[in-house]
T-cell receptor
Framework: SAVISQKPSRDICQRGTSLTIQCQVD?????MFWYRQQPGQSLTLIAT?????????ESGFVIDKFPISRPNLTFSTLTVSNMSPEDSSIYLC????????????FGPGTRLTVL | AQTVTQSQPEMSVQEAETVTLSCTYD???????LFWYKQPPSRQMILVIR??????QNATENRFSVNFQKAAKSFSLKISDSQLGDAAMYFC?????????FGTGTRLKVLA
């Protein structure tokens, strides 16, 4: 299984600002994903981070609000832009490999609080 | 569209006893995977067990086993000899291609 780290682990931000979350994997992976977990809720997929091309966003999520970069097969960033208190959530990245068993491994998450 | 339903928001079990967490799903796909993940207060998502839909045999991992009923679209998790460390949120997840669809979760409390 892959070892995944996320930075920062938590942050408290003011409304109207932006935060970039980093996800680093210890091996090359095909698929990287970003999820949001609102307080007391389940995980919702924000987007699939594609290496070398634009991310694929799920319904309800847009690039202007959640720009994603994936410069190589081991690293991705998610930016939460123009934040409001409703963006307070845990943001998790996960990784998987195309084909095979479809298993995803998750990072430790970033707890974001917006005041 | 695929859906995953966990109808038990919270469950309790005595230490050393057995508990079963329920999960049902809806799909028109014939080939897919099902997973149970555990999320303790540390918020790290930990894979507990997985099941490939084409396999009739129920998956087992030590004290964890599933009851997979494909026709009924049911995928329950049985935890035997429950331990205090099993206390967590448990999420059922479906994957048809590569995207996951998660259920709403069941909070498991283990009573000493």
């Amino acid at each position: 299984s892959a070892v995944i780290s996320q930075k920062p682990s938590r942050d408290i931000c003011q409304r109207g600002t932006s935060l970039t979350i980093q996800c680093q994997v210890d091996s090359q992976v095909t698929m990287m994903f970003w999820y949001r977990q609102q307080p007391g809720q389940s995980l919702t997929l924000i987007a699939t981070a594609n290496q070398g091309s634009e991310a694929t966003y799920e319904s309800g999520f847009v690039i202007d609000k959640f720009p994603i970069s994936r410069p190589n097969l081991t690293f991705s960033t998610l930016t939460v832009s123009n934040m409001s208190p409703e963006d307070s959530s845990i943001y998790l990245c996960s990784v998987g490999n195309a084909g095979g068993i479809n298993e995803q491994f998750f990072g430790p998450g970033t707890r974001l609080t917006v005041l | 569209a695929q859906t995953v339903t966990q109808s038990q928001p919270e469950m309790s079990v005595q230490e050393a006893e057995t508990v079963t967490l329920s999960c049902t799903y809806d799909t028109s796909e014939s080939d897919y995977y099902l997973f149970w993940y555990k999320q303790p207060p540390s918020r790290q998502m930990i894979l507990v067990i997985r099941q490939e839909a084409y396999k009739q045999q129920n998956a087992t991992e030590n004290r964890f086993s599933v009851n997979f009923q494909k026709a009924a679209k049911s995928f329950s998790l049985k935890i035997s000899d429950s331990q205090l460390g099993d206390a967590a949120m448990y999420f059922c997840a479906y994957s048809g291609t590569y995207k996951y669809i998660f259920g709403t979760g069941t909070r498991l409390k283990v009573l000493a």
